[in-house]
């Protein structure tokens, strides 16, 4: 038994959707467990689509998942020659909910909307790949993993999944190999639909691995693998074709855009290796991420732009660790900001936040009651794990630094333009 997902990139073309065909043939004779998040940029659209309904432009929001409709219709057809069974069911849900006023919160209305990337994309492709004679069961995940209703963040009831995925999922590998599903979304005990939050598609596969105890996860995206570095921001970023899940999870803390921490939990519970692959090259065999440690790494390298330094002093030159634990714990939590860096003398903090202007705006005022508030923006949080000297000074050559900080291990410096 193994697990794959596909994420949007290896199915936003007809051609690309037939070498995801290619690579599930390749596998002939194993029990598969698919995942497929929506096509391209369908979860963007539908988002859209979410926003103009909430402001109560209805017909906007038609307009809107109109071309979203016609667009699945278009490649649907172009596949098989007609719309894929199911695909009107999963536009009515949607354009009824379109035609009713909101009277819930936005996120609730989020989760009803674009949860339908998923169950489109899904039930093209199982069509697809039935007509060419790879047999697939469809699943409609909501009928699976049940959460919370803790709407775009829902927590999973393990032991209600765990009973479906015996119940429902199990029984179809004895008729048919390949299981298609959807990542990202799932539904509560009202058959509300509901979102995962970041990452939910990645995460929705370990937690089929996991209880389904596969022999491995493959991610297929359109990289060779994971990088030490990001290629768009460093082209000379060197592929890496093992890591420890341990080393995920620092990389994924640290903002690499690589693996969310969630997903390799699920896994590392049962030893269960994840495997990121390129769908364009599907012979590369890409990076294993295991128990195993791994020595001699490269320096891995990870450069947040839009970063904010905020230095709060006390107003009354009181020691600062006097306040630290309530009151700045208290105005980080309730306005929703993680701290990326800190640092706190005897009457002041540091402290490195992500640039979002309207948190940053409301966290300053509301802390400006206790502390004189100094914000400076365009800055770069830069992160090297593994480091040396040497690429010390080439990354930070030339440019101020505000803060660093340096472990064994790692270093931090938030840095800007001279």
């Not at 065909?21 to 596998?27: E, L």
């Not at 709407?151 to 765990?162: E, G, M, V």
């Not at 599907?282 to 490269?298: E, R, Y």
């Not at 860096?341 to 705006?361: H, V, Y």
């Amino acid at each position: 038994m193994k697990v794959f997902k596909f994420g949007g990139a290896s199915i936003n073309s007809i051609d690309r959707i037939g070498n995801v065909a290619k690579i599930i043939q390749s596998y002939k004779g194993e029990k598969l467990l698919v995942i497929i998040s929506a096509m391209g940029k369908i979860t963007n659209a539908l988002e859209k689509v979410a926003d103009a309904f909430y402001s109560g432009d209805k017909t906007t929001a038609l307009l809107l998942f109109n071309q979203v409709k016609e667009e699945h219709i278009l490649v649907s057809e172009k596949l098989t020659k007609q719309p894929a069974q199911g695909l009107m069911d999963i536009f009515t849900e949607v354009e009824w909910l379109l035609h009713d006023k909101p009277v819930r919160d936005f996120d609730y209305y989020y989760d009803q909307i674009v949860c339908c990337g998923e169950l489109l994309s899904t039930a093209i492709v199982s069509n697809f790949l039935n007509s060419v004679d790879i047999k697939n069961q469809w699943v409609d995940v909501r009928d699976i993993i049940r959460t919370d209703d803790n709407f775009r963040d829902a927590n999973i009831d393990w032991d209600f999944t765990l009973q479906k995925v015996q119940e429902v999922i199990l029984p179809f590998f004895e008729t048919t190999g390949i299981v298609i599903t959807q990542g990202f979304i799932g539904a509560t005990d009202e058959n509300e639909s509901t979102t995962l939050g970041r990452e939910g598609s990645d995460f929705s596969a370990a937690v089929f691995a996991n209880m389904l105890d596969a022999e491995s996860q493959t991610i297929w995206k359109d990289v060779e693998g994971v990088m030490n570095a990001d290629p768009n921001q460093f082209p000379d970023a060197q592929f890496i074709s093992r890591l420890s899940y341990a080393e995920v999870i620092e990389m994924a803390y640290f903002g690499a855009q690589v693996i969310h921490p969630k997903t390799i939990k699920p896994l590392q519970n049962k030893g269960i290796p994840l495997h990121v692959r390129c769908f364009l090259n599907p012979a590369s065999p890409g990076t294993i991420i295991s128990n195993d440690p791994v020595h001699q790494l490269p320096p891995i390298i990870v450069l947040k732009n839009n970063q904010v330094l905020m230095q709060l002093s006390s107003l009354d030159f009181s020691f600062v660790e006097d306040v630290l634990a309530v009151k700045l714990h208290e105005l980080f939590l309730v306005n929703k900001i993680r701290l990326n860096l800190s640092q706190n003398g005897a009457i002041s903090l540091l402290c490195c936040l992500d640039d979002n202007p309207a948190k940053i705006e409301k966290l300053a005022l509301a802390a400006s009651e206790f502390f004189d508030v100094q914000v400076e923006k365009n800055c770069q949080l830069l992160t090297i794990r593994h480091y040396n000297e040497e690429i010390i000074k080439t990354l930070t050559g030339g440019r101020v630094q505000l803060l660093s900080q340096k472990t064994i291990a790692t270093i931090q410096v938030l840095m800007k333009d001279a």
